[in-house]
């Protein structure tokens, strides 16, 4: 039985376990800023991003690794540290430095925390103000009029002197920082410099670490530079359902699930399955989705060849003998040609698609009908089979793919007045 039935109330987990990539401009120096000299001379137009990922509920983040492919840093031009009271890791800045000169902007990686007792938060979520800008900020030894941080441009969003995108948390809630493993070297705080590569240095913490808001948005670097920045991460993270999972940015190993939200910039591609120039592993939309798939075979030499067909490439789906299908259900390999079109009865979609484990399929149905939801390689074998009961209105279903290998598959759904078909991927 691959096939669970869920009518009524939250999805559950969703296996793609990183629902997205988000890039913060934290801030954008000034010469007001400039004029500072305990933090280091912060470069005048120098920008600090926030890298968060937004996990899916209940997923926690176990560990920043290396080995085998090693993650990046990279800008354009040197990353800058805060040489006076900067720190490696986000988790490592006292309290009582926040609002020191520019320390809130010193570059660092982090598994949430963006000091000893602050949890990093978009600043558009920030619900308790700023401790770090304007005339909270002291101005390095040498105080400065009006303090410092208390530039704004469109690209901010939200003024530091509104929101600083930290909120403290019950001290039960934080972990102990002193079990995180720092493996190897430190990261930035040794030297400037415009490329950080490693093959060698991770962050771990086994306890795993979650946002501290609903919508479990995490924090897990911040990089000041004057020029433009482009990173892959790994991680490894703790399911819901308790399972480990390492996630990469690039060529996964046969044990790694691709993710594209741990890669910046991001490459955009067609991100609708139903067409042709479909990109699993695009994070966002290009429009370049151009050619709608039609299923069927595309050899004009087959007994069914369809001249509006345009998928797959190959020809598994063409029939040259209908008394010999090599053993395959001639009625599904080969469709008869007069085979009567039905009307449109049920839509369906999968998510997420592609997918590492299992997928949701989402309908909307105007019958009450028995039905059958086969998956097909593209070798025209059926892999799956399960009988259902489709209800007038809307019905969400789980479809559970843990023995199929990774690849492209057929969806179909097929009743007595409903035939759908779509492209499933599996990573």
């Known amino acids: 039985m691959f096939l669970a039935a869920v009518l009524a109330g939250e999805f559950g987990y969703s296996q793609n376990a990183i629902e997205n990539l988000i890039m913060e401009t934290y801030y954008v120096s000034d010469s007001n800023d400039a004029t500072d000299e305990d933090g280091g001379f912060l470069p005048e137009g120098s920008v600090t991003y926030r890298v968060f990922l937004d996990l899916a509920p209940g997923v926690k983040l176990r560990e920043i690794f290396s080995a085998p492919n090693g993650w990046t840093i990279r800008s354009s031009e040197l990353i800058w540290n805060n040489e006076d009271r900067g720190e490696s890791l986000g988790m490592n800045i006292p309290d009582n430095r926040l609002d020191d000169n520019t320390v809130a902007l010193d570059s660092y990686i982090t598994m949430g925390a963006a000091s000893e007792l602050h949890f990093g938060i978009p600043k558009n979520m920030d619900p308790d103000g700023s401790i770090i800008g304007g005339e909270n900020n002291d101005g390095g030894s040498e105080s400065i009029e009006g303090g410092l ?48 590569t490693s093959l060698v240095n991770g962050l771990q913490f086994t306890e795993g670490v979650s946002g501290v808001t609903d919508e479990n948005i995490l924090l897990i670097a911040q990089i000041t530079t004057l020029g433009e920045i482009e990173f892959n991460f790994n991680v490894e993270l703790e399911l819901a359902n308790g399972n480990v999972v390492e996630y990469v940015g690039f060529d996964p190993a046969v044990d790694q699930v691709l993710s594209p939200f741990l890669s910046f910039p991001p490459e955009c591609g067609c991100t609708d399955p139903d067409f042709l120039e479909y990109d699993p592993a695009a994070p966002c939309d290009d429009g370049s989705c151009e050619t709608l798939i039609v299923f069927g075979c595309t050899d004009p030499d087959a007994c069914n060849y369809d001249p509006e067909a345009n998928f797959p490439e190959t020809n598994v789906f063409c029939c040259y003998g209908i008394d010999d299908c090599n053993g395959l259900d001639w009625t599904v390999i080969c469709p008869t040609l007069d085979l009567d079109e039905y009307p449109l009865s049920v839509d369906f979609k999968l998510y997420p698609n592609p997918t590492s484990q299992n997928v949701w399929l989402e309908m909307y149905a105007t019958v009450n009908q028995p039905a059958e939801v086969m998956i097909y390689d593209l070798q025209g074998r059926l892999v799956l089979r399960d009988k259902l009961f489709i ?9 559970q793919l843990e023995a199929l290998p990774r690849g492209t598959f057929l969806v179909r759904l097929l009743g007595e007045s409903i035939e759908k078909s779509t492209i499933l991927v599996k990573n």
């Open 391 to 399: 209800t007038h209105g809307e019905q969400r279903l789980q479809l």
């Open 149 to 196: 941080l208390i530039n704004f441009v469109p690209e901010m969003e939200v003024a530091l002197t509104e929101a600083d995108g930290l909120i403290e948390v019950d001290e039960s809630l934080i972990p102990d920082f002193s079990s995180f493993i720092l493996l190897n070297e430190v990261f930035f705080n040794e030297t400037n410099d415009s490329v950080f």
